[in-house]
């Protein structure tokens, strides 16, 4: 079922998780270890996301580096493919600009149709490791909007081959990313908006957004939008810190705030264990007003810390 039907028949704020494919060679019994306890909160959907593979030097045996292209997480799409078979819940994989020609995207695309998978979050992707800023592949999507407007053609019927007669028309529900804290490319706010608006205008159904660790801030995003007339459901991703070491961490990956109330709670803990029970009482009262304001989704990613994330589900719902 696609994400926006889940969310025209929700009675309540719904629960969504978002996980990582496991490491190359962990196998997939490291993904059902990491979800088996949280299936109990019956998500109506899991987000899996997408890694591109890296660039990096390696010496070979004659002492002479060379480059090779490492790809860490491998496996979003079967992933997705086996979640739906495991739990019979929705998956939603990620689909990125980043490394994929469109040719490589429309394949994508038609092994998630035949799958059964209906939902895709379209994304552009970071620049990788060894580029200053993103660079498309050659004949690659350099846009969230171009790659949304890539499936749309194909929810179309309209395939790169334009002399293909009769083509099947996919069915994807599309959603896309909203910063509350603004895109760290964007120069401002507003006009990070006026790009979301064109995604929303092209197509996308829903917007899932970066971690905040204010609620403020995603309410005054809800209402900034709501004034730049986007007024599809926007759904707040949510991170529980659990270490010292996320508190530089995350603003420098996701660029994103940690309230002073937040880091000075955590700074006073001695121990890992007192770090963890801060962070997880920070997002239990964080999702309990998100859900009494009635937020359509708590989305939350679980990235290697399942029982933090079912202890606050538990207290919440
Ligand atoms: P876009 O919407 O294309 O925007 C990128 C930047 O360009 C923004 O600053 C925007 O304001 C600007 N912009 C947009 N359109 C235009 C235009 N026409 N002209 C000029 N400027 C424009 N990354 C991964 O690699 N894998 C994942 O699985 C993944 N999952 C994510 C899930 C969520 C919920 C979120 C919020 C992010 C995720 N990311 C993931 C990170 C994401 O790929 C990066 O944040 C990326 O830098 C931007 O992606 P986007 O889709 O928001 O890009």
């Not at 498309?136 to 890539?150: D, H, I, R, V």
């Not at 459901?233 to 529980?240: A, E, N, R, S």
Request: with cysteine; hydrophobic share 40%.
């Amino acid at each position: 079922m696609k994400v926006i039907e889940h969310l025209r028949q929700a009675k309540d704020t719904l629960v969504s998780f978002e996980v990582l494919p496991p490491l190359k060679g962990k196998g997939i019994n490291a993904l059902w270890e990491h979800l088996d306890p949280l299936m109990e909160f019956k998500p109506s959907f899991i987000n899996v996301t997408y890694h591109r593979s890296e660039s990096m030097f390696k010496r070979r045996i004659d002492g002479v580096f060379e480059k090779v292209e490492v790809r860490k997480r491998p496996g979003t799409v079967g992933i997705c493919a086996a979640i739906m078979n495991r739990y019979k819940v929705d998956a939603v994989p990620h689909l990125i600009c980043g490394g994929f020609t469109r040719q490589e995207t429309e394949d994508a695309l038609i092994d998630l149709a035949f799958l059964g998978i209906d939902n895709v979050l379209v994304l552009r992707g970071d620049a990788a490791r060894n580029e200053g800023s993103f660079e498309p592949e050659p004949g690659g999507n350099k846009f969230a909007t171009e790659l949304m407007q890539q499936v749309i053609n194909m929810n179309n019927g309209l395939y790169l081959e334009e002399d293909l007669k009769g083509a099947v028309k996919t069915n994807f529900c599309i959603g896309v990313a909203g910063y509350p804290e603004k895109h760290f490319e964007a120069p401002n706010l507003a006009s990070d908006i006026q790009h979301l608006k064109k995604k929303v205008d092209g197509g996308a159904e829903y917007v899932v957004t970066q971690m905040f660790f204010d609620n403020q801030k995603y309410f005054q995003y809800v209402q900034a939008c709501k004034e730049a007339g986007i007024n599809i459901p926007i759904i707040p991703g949510l991170k529980p810190i659990t270490s010292k070491k996320q508190l530089t961490v995350i603003p420098r990956t996701f660029h994103v705030d940690i309230p002073v109330e937040l880091y000075s709670a955590i700074m006073a803990c001695k121990t890992d264990a007192e770090v963890e029970q801060v962070g997880t009482e920070w997002l239990q009262q964080q999702s309990k007003e998100l859900k009494a304001a009635g937020v359509p989704v708590l989305h939350y990613y679980t990235l290697g810390k399942p029982h933090v994330i079912a202890n606050v589900v538990r207290n919440v719902f």
